[in-house]
């Protein structure tokens, strides 16, 4: 509302100067409930702080700025839960928070960006685990590759000894 006057007020000093005295002056009757909503949307505009908003509501139950309020209220509030799952997740990879989104707001508008992330997390914890898997198996292979490589240098040794012994044997025989 402060914007409208704001944009307003240069037009009428500017008619005032020209002089148009003629002209009714322009009032913008305002009632209780709509100071209070611009006041609300002031206080969230410059702190982030929802309290002014959230006693329309509570002193306006039928008020016209109700559904407002309560609008801009639950975006600011699924918005806020978001920003903090996502902080969660990149501080300590845990989703309870992302998880909570789409339970609390099921027609929100962060609802499909949540469970997005949250997909892409549990697909990554699947991936991780089965690398994991992967990497005990491989160091297992490898550990039978280290046995047979000592089993074939033990069967080289005994295939020249055995040689070794064909050899002399034939040479006795002759």
Not at 3 to 9: A, G, L, M
């Amino acid at each position: 509302m402060t914007t409208v006057i704001r944009w307003f007020s240069p037009l009428l000093v500017y008619l005032m100067l020209s002089g148009c005295s003629s002209l009714p002056m322009l009032t913008m009757p305002t009632s209780e409930e709509t100071k209070l909503f611009a006041q609300g949307m002031d206080q969230y505009i410059e702190s982030r702080d929802l309290t002014t908003l959230k006693l329309l509501p509570q002193k306006y139950p039928r008020g016209e700025w109700r559904d407002r309020a309560e609008g801009i209220i639950d975006i600011a509030e699924e918005t806020e839960l978001f920003a903090k799952g996502v902080d969660q997740y990149i501080k300590s990879r845990d989703l309870k928070t992302l998880k909570q989104l789409p339970k609390k707001y099921p027609q929100g508008e962060w609802r499909d960006r949540a469970a997005g992330i949250t997909d892409i997390a549990e697909q990554q914890r699947q991936q991780q685990n089965s690398l994991a898997k992967k990497r005990e198996e491989l160091a297992h292979t490898l550990q039978e590759k280290e046995v047979l490589f000592e089993d074939n240098k033990i069967l080289e040794v005994t295939l020249e000894r055995l040689k070794q012994v064909l050899i002399d044997m034939e040479l006795r025989a002759e």
